[in-house]
């Protein structure tokens, strides 16, 4: 019943627009021209409008059409693009936090104590030191908070395998940059070992701060009081 209703609505609408234009003075005179050209020329115009009709009846439909293809388009690239963000938002999320690394002397005293524990005697640790001035060219220097340099020497390939893992194992944020191996000039069956480890440079996270408070706008106060006066 509704449908019919509409039906019959939009037939006198079109009914009603078909008597505005029949009406009008310029379909008038348009009308008046075609009915003076000849019947070539009238074919010819009617050919012409039938061509431009159809054109506008194709060029309408396909013209929505492509811009509904471009407009979804763009929102699936900008869905995926969110999806990326958010995903990677998650895997950061996820990643445990690297501890900031000890302080040199620390490190230190810690390598002591492995070698010690690896059964390594004073007279094959040459030294133990701890080195501000790095040079790399892989890390920036601003990345680099400190070194520290160990030198043995007269040691066998067991004890060279041992350092070395303990030494990457040492901290998360304390890693080996160099590692040079030479053969001992007094015996060659034993090695020469300097490793050059470095501490990163790991800033502390600080979490954004809130935003301010909006300030109040002094009209809606203003406003505020005067509605308070009058329940007053």
Known sequence: MAFENLRENL???FDQLGERITNSSVYQLLNERYENLSSARQRLVKIVTSVLALSAFIYIPMGSFLTSFENETAFEKKRK???DII??????SALPDIPRPLPAEAIRSTIESKL???NFIPEQIKHVAVNYSINSPLIPQNKIQYGIDVSVHKINVKQLTNLGSSLQLIH???KVKDMTITLNREDARYLNADFKLVALNIPEYTPPLPPPPEPKKKGST???TKSEDGEG
Do not use: A, G, H, Y
Request: glycine content about 0%; aromatic content about 4%.
């Open 222 to 224: 203003k406003k505020n």
């Open 81 to 83: 693009f969110i999806k």
């Open 11 to 13: 037939k006198t609408q």
């Open 87 to 92: 995903r990677s938002e998650r895997e950061v």
């Open 116 to 118: 010690k524990d690896l």
């Open 172 to 174: 998360s944020s304390v």
